[in-house]
């Protein structure tokens, strides 16, 4: 007479476990994958929806939105701005916990503070100023949460210390081929390129937005607002909108790009 077994013998119970974790692990990484397609997916659009508002306020009130951020950074609790608001580490840990996201492509590595004047018969401050810019925020130094520091007010004076922007400063930068990629980041003759942030004190909000976006999952630690790029003319003629970016520095081309390079092998697109 045979005696009924009642449970799983030790072997059984290995193979099943290894079985298990293997299945994990092949699920927690599509879901990675999917974390991030999520991500650039929602980034591309809320690229789009921003520069669809920006052009939208302009034909409502036939200027572009005040209190844009200016991606530049002063000294705790105001002053002139000092330069880029780049990433700044803490000491022990090494983690970021402000400024722009340094991570690749790493928008603040095109950027750096340049004067933008009225000067030798050049008319890029009119420029700006006919668009109907007059007031900006710098990035307090010593606020902690990077996506609420623009909180100094800047306004535009022309004189007698000069106007300073966030400019896209060198031609053919990451930043610029991505706007003329058909002449590898030149721009044309006579254009200045300069970047603002759509924070939560542009006037953009709420006329025609209700907030203004964040990227997906940013916590404060790093600038994750959207960004704006502008082109001025030495012409003088008004700034015109010639792109809108992540904090990163991804046009919405090469968000949708990385959004198709994060699908699994059998998803991807091209």
Known sequence: MHRRRLGFTLLELVVVLAILATL????????????????????????????????????????????????LVAPAGGGAPTGVYVPQHDPVTSQQVRGLPESNPALFADLAMEPITNAGGLQHLRSLTRSGFDFFMDHDGGVINSNDSGTLLRPITGSPAPDVFAAVVQPGTPAARRIYPGTNGVPPAGVKLIALGVGPRSSLVPTTMLNAPIYPGCDGNYYGRYVAVFALYASGERATLVGVCDPYGRFPDYTIQQYNESLPNNARQG
């Open 24 to 71: 994990a692990g092949l699920v927690i990484s599509q879901v990675a994958m999917l974390g991030r397609s999520t991500d650039m997916a929602a980034s591309a659009k809320t690229q789009q929806d921003v520069a669809n508002n920006l052009q939208m306020f302009f034909v409502l009130q036939k200027r572009f939105p005040q209190y844009m951020d200016s991606l």
